[in-house]
């Protein structure tokens, strides 16, 4: 139990508490933001939460209960809707970082509003069970966290960086809308 508590209450540990509860906070304000705001927003609070996550000091399971789930169904619905709305147009981006990308013909479309949300979501849970105050709890929390850090929003992380790069340096207008290259948009008489 002692070596829990030096792992829950270690200086990373705290840090990455912290700026898992920011982004949590920006994406529950996120709703009706400017686009311009909130991609530079997000293209800072992203690398630290990853520079903190992967700083959390090794720790092992040690509770035998499963966690409690914070965030419902309609709450990852509001923010994935709520970015959604803000980035328009550029929400979607090709993914080129997936196993099924080896073997198909054509690009995967991914979300940003998807990421985010799918982030947004395992932070939440992790900070509401963190928040309770007990060791064991707060632990395992960390624990569930971290290996999904290393094995699932991580790399959702890293790739949506690179989307939200794109969109800050790369867009030649806001609100431009995505060009559609049907033979109807072309007139050839």
Known sequence: MESSSQVIFDKNSIEFVTVAAEYCGFMERCKGAERKTFVD????ILPLLYLKASLIPECELIGEDNLEVIVTEDDYEWIRLSVADVMGAQDDY???FLPDMAYSETPIKK???????DIYQDLKDFI????SGLNVTMNDSLYICKEHFAEFWGQRLVNTMRALHDVKYNSSDDNEEPVSWGNDDFDLA
């Open 41 to 44: 927003t997000a293209l800072k």
């Open 94 to 96: 090709l993914e080129v």
């Open 111 to 117: 979300c940003i509003s998807e990421d985010l949300a």
């Open 128 to 131: 509401g069970v963190f928040q």
